[in-house]
T-cell receptor, first 115, second 114 residues
Framework: KQEVTQIPAALSVPEGENLVLNCSFT??????LQWFRQDPGKGLTSLLL?????REQTSGRLNASLDKSSGRSTLYIAASQPGDSATYLC??????????????FGQGTILTVHP | GAGVSQSPSNKVTEKGKDVELRCDPI?????LYWYRQSLGQGLEFLIY????????KSGLPSDRFSAERTGGSVSTLTIQRTQQEDSAVYLC????????????FGPGTRLTVL
């Protein structure tokens, strides 16, 4: 059974800092790894999707990397801003078997960027 | 274009009552998903539809939960004889082709069972 863990559970940084959020997964048989953002009382917004054959994806100030063999992904946020404050979730899409494509989510990292 | 919409946004019900939650996916998206988000449990997969059929119902917590999708569009999640442990935010998502696409989430329905 796939398990996804995110560290740290919460992070508070001053504006302008570069930061890294970590995600680990127990079953390396994944099709892709996705990072989402969730604002309070809102649904999830997809940030980046990394296919299993890829090493990283970039969008603006965000860069996500994937090391499938070690079961790890990181989300790097450059020059953080107060508007980046949210909960960040990673999710692994299982490859094969009866759970094909099913997303397994981590518990999330609550990020606060203060001015 | 319009995103995924869900109704109602909030629902308060008494224990033992039935509730229906509705999801309108993005037009043209063939895949639709239901998730539940509760304190201490994180985000749990409930059920996935490809068109009108549900290849994966593995996440439904009990036989009190059922879901249907009609016309390859709107989906309804029904919870019968609600229990307090059903209190959670129920999220719906859709994707263009299938399980391996980016999923687009709705704002959720917050269900409170008294």
């Amino acid at each position: 059974k796939q398990e996804v863990t995110q560290i740290p559970a919460a992070l508070s940084v001053p504006e302008g800092e570069n930061l890294v959020l970590n995600c680990s997964f127990t079953d390396s048989a994944i099709y892709n790894l996705q990072w989402f953002r969730q604002d309070p009382g809102k649904g999830l917004t997809s940030l980046l999707l990394i296919q299993s054959s890829q090493r990283e994806q970039t969008s603006g100030r965000l860069n996500a990397s994937l090391d499938k063999s070690s079961g790890r992904s990181t989300l790097y946020i450059a020059a953080s801003q107060p508007g980046d404050s949210a909960t960040y979730l990673c999710a692994a899409a299982n490859a094969g078997g009866t759970s094909y494509g099913k997303l397994t989510f981590g518990q999330g990292t609550i990020l606060t960027v203060h001015p | 274009g319009a995103g995924v919409s869900q109704s109602p946004s909030n629902k308060v019900t008494e224990k033992g009552k039935d509730v229906e939650l509705r999801c309108d996916p993005i037009s043209g998206h063939t895949a639709l998903y239901w998730y539940r988000q509760s304190l201490g449990q994180g985000l749990e997969f409930l059920i996935y539809f490809q068109g009108n059929s549900a290849p994966d119902k593995s996440g439904l917590p009990s036989d009190r939960f059922s879901a249907e999708r009609t016309g390859g569009s709107v989906s309804t999640l029904t919870i019968q004889r609600t229990q307090q442990e059903d209190s959670a935010v129920y999220l719906c998502a859709s994707s263009p082709r299938g399980v391996l696409d980016t999923q687009y989430f709705g704002p959720g329905t917050r269900l409170t069972v008294l």
